[in-house]
């Protein structure tokens, strides 16, 4: 199911054990731990050859990550305005697309960071829709969905808890009454809307904006009628 | 009068002159970025502006025409002929008197610099060539390429579903303003070069309008103080409207837009021969966008910004270090800074004062247009004087005026308050543009922001399409808010203060 088809040759990419480290704020030079050469890197990823070690500032393309060299972003896996995705393939040949997420994560802090030139002549293709909507689903969505489900179960324990001594209606009881379901989705979608404590002022914020234009607009009307289509208003 | 004048909401309560050190600031080819820029942004700032009273110094007044007297709304004017001052000569002014003057109505255009070449994109609609019979050598270039580029330097070329015919027409103002003019003329409007300093009612709320102004017809630097009485006033002045001042119409919110024209290389400019560049993020502007235009013989790279004024100049280098590759190596030969308005002023009209164009505020969110919505809205400020005053035989009142306004807010507002929804959404932050220009690669998405932009009307489309497009627009804001989570973003809740503190970063930012 992750294998996308990909050439055979990928598999003989230099692996990233685990899931990828390229943090955002890792700018620095990571240590290489193979060397292409750099004639090789633009014909074939897969010809890449085990060199040794060389220093950070050697000319022969080391192992970069996430960098701003020249102007120019520079990764070791991003080739002709794109990454390439079979370096991010794990030993079975799936798909690490975490690891895709994250190499795009640090490539947009680093280019908000330090911006650089448009150019014609290397053009970002890589689009993040490419990205099958399951690995984001895993990556963003379930911890969030974690957290929001367990809420919306300890709230509405206490809150029927809280019915439950008051009223003496049980569970059921509480299940069954419309008041009860009214209250059930009362509290759901008020933990979906309310999650930190930032939502308040964050979702009044929302409302001025949506309301702050209008009102600019309507000013003109405040204390006057406004006329009707096509009465004559001064006729006399 | 399209110059840059005051700072709306810096000064408000005194009467300001353009004087003629500014005027040379802005009309004159600069020899050095550095100067010219200092020079835009003092003028831009007001910190030249000689301080004035209203018709101080009018010695010698003369009454250049009949006296008005007092007339009722309504009221046959006796065989005399409707008489309305336009106060501005550009798109919005020209069109308003064309069309008055057309209408029967004695018509008076008040207009300062006559080959005033505003800073301003100068991009026309298509429809805009058709409803107001253009000729064709009013378009310098035909732009059917919009090359988008987000913060991470993805690109997306938007125009690839024009047709053969259809095109953004770029056109340099004083030829469209100057070609407008002229035909008002022709058509009967009588073209006054001349400032508008102020104006007065005299005989109280029904009686006439004394405007004066200062004439400018016998060349030279200083104006003979004349004085006009007319029945109606038209506010065309731009954003630092004095008729607007006069009539106490209130302050706009208002964007900065600079813009530096480079004249660049032929093999550069050959890139840009029907191209239009649009840069977001960040580094360009916090709630605009950058943008490299062609214009006649060079190019304009600029930016805007609402709310950080004071870092424009550091947005502009951000600007031109984005589109560098592709603009280096020019000369720069005009340095342009102009106020742009957010909203429509709180009045639009009073009595027998009505305000079109980007005096009244009518310049697009988002896209920040503003020449067909000022054409637009003076043509049918005067349909409805014409038709109010019955071919100028009858005086109109506000009542009257109010029926334009009204038609106006009905026809555009959606117009208006969709843009804004686009600037509040994709403007706001980084993860938000990156979703926008992702987005604008979708054909659905081309030809529905061209048909709208190029025709002005919104054609509905297919709901299945629109569905196809809402999913994928939550789909790209969501991935680009995942990938950039707690990336900076800027609110447009409220009303921008026009804390003298911006206004200090501004000159603090020329004094640098």
Known sequence: MFNMSLPAQAMSVPQQAGRHTCQPRAVTLRRPLRIRAAAAVDEKPAAAKPAPSQPKAAASAPKLTCQVVDGKFTDYRWENGRWTLSNFENKAGNMDWDAVIDAEMARRKILEDNPIASTNEDPVLFDTAEIPWWAWVRRFHLPEAEKANGRAAMVGYAMAFVVDSLSGAGLVDQQNSFLGKLLLHVVVFAILIFRTTDSIPALKGLLDEATFYDKQWKATWEGQERPVEGEKPSSS | ?512
């Open chain 2, 1 to 512: 009068m399209a110059f840059v004048g005051t700072l709306p909401g810096a000064v408000s309560d005194c009467a300001y002159r353009t004087d003629q050190p500014r005027l040379a600031n802005f009309g004159r080819v600069q020899r050095t970025q550095q100067h010219s820029t200092l020079c835009s942004l003092r003028a831009f700032t007001g910190q030249q502006l000689q301080h004035r009273q209203t018709g101080q110094g009018l010695t010698s007044r003369r009454s250049q025409h009949l006296v008005v007297y007092a007339i009722k709304d309504g009221a046959s004017l006796e065989g005399r002929k409707l008489k309305v001052a336009v106060v501005g000569g550009g798109p919005g002014g020209a069109c308003t008197a064309d069309t008055l003057a057309r209408g029967g109505i004695e018509t008076y255009l008040i207009e300062r610099k006559m080959d005033n070449c505003k800073p301003c994109g100068g991009a026309i609609p298509l429809c805009m060539v058709d409803e107001f019979e253009l000729p064709a050598d009013i378009i310098d270039r035909k732009v059917t390429k919009m090359k988008m580029i987000s913060p991470s330097n993805r690109e997306v070329d938007v125009g690839k579903t024009l047709s053969q015919t259809e095109y953004i027409g770029m056109c340099r103002r004083e030829v469209l303003d100057n070609y407008l003019r002229k035909r008002a003329q022709e058509n009967g409007a009588k073209v006054l070069n001349g400032l508008f300093m102020g104006m007065e009612q005299k005989e109280g709320e029904e009686g006439a309008y004394t405007l004066n102004f200062n004439n400018y017809e016998a060349g030279g630097k200083v104006g003979k103080p004349e004085t006009l009485e007319v029945d109606l006033v038209v506010g065309a002045d731009g954003a630092n409207s004095r008729v607007a001042r006069e009539i106490d119409a209130g302050e706009y919110d208002y964007a900065i837009a600079f813009q530096e024209r480079i004249r660049i290389p032929d093999d550069k400019m050959d890139y840009y021969k029907d191209l239009a560049e649009m840069y977001v993020g960040d580094d360009v502007s916090p709630d605009f966008y950058g943008w490299v235009f062609p214009k006649y013989d060079h190019v304009a790279v600029g930016t805007g910004t609402v709310v950080n004024k004071a870092g424009i100049k550091q947005y502009q280098l951000a600007t031109r270090a984005r589109s560098k590759g592709k603009t280096e190596g020019g000369k720069i030969i005009r340095v342009e800074a102009h106020p742009i308005p957010e909203h429509p002023r709180p009045r639009r009209c009073k009595n027998r004062v009505a305000l079109v164009g980007d005096a009244a505020g009518y310049v697009t969110k988002c896209s920040g247009e503003g020449i067909y919505f000022a054409a637009k809205s003076g043509r049918m400020c005067a349909e409805a004087i014409v038709e109010g005053s019955a071919q100028g035989s009858r005086m109109p009142g506000e009542s009257d005026l109010r029926q334009y306004l009204s038609k106006w807010d009905k026809k555009y507002w959606a117009t208006y308050k969709v843009l804004d929804i686009l600037q509040k959404v994709f403007y706001r932050s980084n993860p938000a543009r990156e979703a926008f220009v992702e987005m604008c690669e979708s054909e659905y998405v081309q030809r529905m922001t061209f048909d709208s932009y190029l025709y002005k009307t919104v054609v509905p489309g297919n709901p299945l399409d629109d569905l196809k497009l809402l999913t994928q627009t939550v789909g790209s804001l969501l991935r680009g808010n995942a990938l950039r989570a707690g990336a900076k973003s800027v609110s447009f809740g409220q009303r921008v203060e026009e804390a003298s503190s911006q206004v200090k970063g501004v000159k603090a930012a020329v004094k640098a």
